[in-house]
């Protein structure tokens, strides 16, 4: 198992940015594809980003597609989640995943068997 570590996040104020990032503890973190959900209070978890092992690939559903974007740096174990224009609606609390296989890209959290600690985002308008 992977473990993950989170920081970013906070208050801003709608169009704003900010950066996610989380930092993974395993050797072979190069190895897997990487990916973002987001969970508001009172709903399920959302798939917001993910990324192949070799960052050539990257899938983002279209309520973020052209303003966030996802990264990452496998000499420092990090992946990246790059949010631009922020809206009120993205509001909710982030985590980053490994999925339990280590190519695998989903969008599922069920394939998921690594996650981040959480790190609230906040928008006001």
């Known amino acids: 198992q992977v473990q993950l570590v989170q920081s970013g996040g906070g208050a801003v104020q709608a169009g704003d940015s900010l950066r996610l990032s989380c930092v993974a503890s395993a050797r072979t973190f190069s190895s897997y594809a990487m990916a973002w959900f987001r969970q508001a209070p009172g709903k399920e978890r959302e798939f917001v980003a993910t990324i192949s092992w070799n960052a050539h690939n990257t899938y983002l559903p279209d309520s973020v597609k052209g303003r966030f974007t996802i990264s990452r740096d496998n000499a420092k174990n990090t992946v990246y989640l790059q949010m631009n224009s922020l809206k009120p609606e993205d509001t909710a609390i982030y985590y980053c995943?490994?999925?339990?296989?280590?190519?695998?890209?989903?969008?599922?959290?069920?394939?998921?068997?690594?996650w981040g600690q959480g790190t609230q985002v906040t928008v006001s308008s």
């Open positions: 995943a490994a999925p339990k296989w280590t190519q695998y890209m989903s969008t599922v959290p069920s394939d998921f068997g690594s």
